[in-house]
């Protein structure tokens, strides 16, 4: 069965259109609730929100939604998404939900749904919950109806868990550290974790007024963090997006470093300690092949699933892998975290910089990318990959790429859109087959 209104990262859309409306929120509220009424036990949910202006709206739907069957409700307020899984287990609740749209633009909002595991849902129960939003659903009998309260220390609950991800040897004394936390859910914990390690932070992205989430600032515009590394001779810069599930770092010199160098910087130092399960790491098909050639140089696998942390996340847990995530700076350490965590992971990279005494520029640039290039193609309707002429476009492109670098060709789950990915160490032979295939496609489509 398709699913209509959950993606690979929860549900999501503009705010007062499409799917995310105070009535459907309450009516997944009450869905989750009912689908995680489990037991004689007093039924609890834990509810976190971004920045975002429609985070009050949905909020208050879902806890309706989920009062009205009986479920009790714990709200943290603003919280990243992995603050709401880890909480979501040492509260012993039935259900956690973060209200975020993670980089998206602050018009957009979106629902995220954690099991009592602290995992994100499975695919069974987000298709139980679809199937509840268009029934009507039995409701809590008067003197049942649950109650909600805040509780005032899930920032410090949160920050205790984040440095407890390091080894108590390692302090971040001396070392400047520009943050920004894209007026995001870590506007808060994100600087204070760093400073309680004693490092000096240089603070972005802290002020948020619900509607400049993400706006030119985050781990998806970095420009501006850019330019506070260097101009403020910063060690390190670190940038997260709206529900700071994403790391992207800058080193000294200002240049960007993505998902990929992070699992390559990660990876072969937990496999140096003895840390790194599985012995390799769970991407999707968009990481880089230098990624892959670069682990596999150190006896490492690299496993690539489709685009989504989902995906990554399932990989990981049927394989044992402990370290996992995606070139745009999702990273999962499950030794850590049940979900994305840009926080931990930035941890981890700032401790690889204390062990080795070396500049960021040294340490975090450990493989150099093959040349990568991606392109959209949009169409009205039909099935233009199924066309004659588009397959031989892709076949000639794979025979010209073959032993030399690989094509990624996959239509968008969420737009009418061809995603055309072609990387290899030959520029010139890279950007042939990406334009040849979009030609194809577009002349198959119109």
Excluded at 239 to 260: N, Q
Excluded at 312 to 319: T, Y
Aim: with cysteine; aromatic share 4%.
């Amino acid at each position: 069965m398709t699913k209509q209104f959950f993606g690979t990262d929860g549900i999501r859309g503009r705010t007062n259109a499409e799917v995310m409306t105070a009535e459907i929120a309450m009516k997944v509220g009450q869905a989750a609730g009912t689908r995680f009424l489990r037991g004689t036990h007093r039924h609890r949910a834990v509810i976190g929100k971004d920045t975002r202006l429609s985070g009050y709206m949905l909020e208050n739907a879902m806890v309706a939604g989920f009062t009205s069957v009986g479920m009790d409700v714990v709200l943290l307020g603003p919280m990243p998404t992995p603050a709401v899984a880890l909480l979501t287990q040492e509260l012993r609740a039935d259900v956690g939900v973060m209200i975020s749209a993670s980089h998206n633009p602050y018009e957009d909002n979106g629902i995220k749904l954690f099991g009592p595991d602290g995992f994100k849902l499975s695919d069974e129960d987000e298709l139980a919950i679809e199937a509840m939003l268009g029934e009507h659903l039995a409701l809590a009998d008067s003197g049942e109806i649950g109650r909600a309260r805040r509780i005032e220390d899930a920032r410090g609950r949160y920050i205790h868990a984040v440095k407890r991800s390091l080894g108590k040897d390692v302090r971040l004394d001396g070392m400047r550290i520009a943050v920004d936390c894209a007026n995001g859910a870590a506007y808060k914990v994100a600087p204070s974790a760093f400073w309680e390690l004693g490092a000096e932070i240089v603070a972005l992205g802290v002020s948020p007024n619900g509607k400049n989430i993400n706006d030119r600032c985050g781990s998806t515009h970095v420009e501006l963090l850019q330019e506070t590394v260097v101009s403020s001779s910063a060690d390190i810069g670190i940038a997260l997006d709206g529900d700071a599930d994403r790391l992207i770092v800058v080193d000294e010199k200002g240049r960007t470093v993505d998902g990929d160098q992070i699992m390559a910087l990660i990876g072969s130092q937990w496999a140096e300690q003895g840390r790194l399960a599985g012995g390799g790491v769970v991407a999707t098909v968009m990481s880089n092949l230098g990624l892959e050639r670069y682990l596999n140089g150190r006896g490492l696998e690299l496993v690539r699933t489709k685009v989504g942390d989902r995906h990554v996340l399932e990989a990981m847990r049927k394989g044992g892998y402990n370290v996992g995530g995606e070139q745009s700076g999702h990273m999962i350490l499950l030794d850590h975290a049940t979900t994305g965590d840009g926080t931990i992971a930035a941890l981890q990279v700032l401790a690889a910089l204390v062990h080795s005494g070396k500049r960021a520029s040294e340490l975090l640039h450990l493989f150099d990318p093959v040349p990568q290039l991606l392109r959209n193609v949009r169409f009205a309707g039909g099935k233009p990959l199924e066309a004659a002429s588009v397959q031989s476009a892709i076949a000639e492109a794979e025979a010209a790429l073959e032993g030399k670098g690989r094509l990624v060709i996959r239509p968008s789950g969420t737009e009418p859109v061809i995603r055309v990915m072609a990387e290899g160490d030959d520029a010139g032979e890279v950007e042939a087959a990406v334009a040849s295939i979009c030609a194809a496609v577009e002349q198959a489509a119109a």
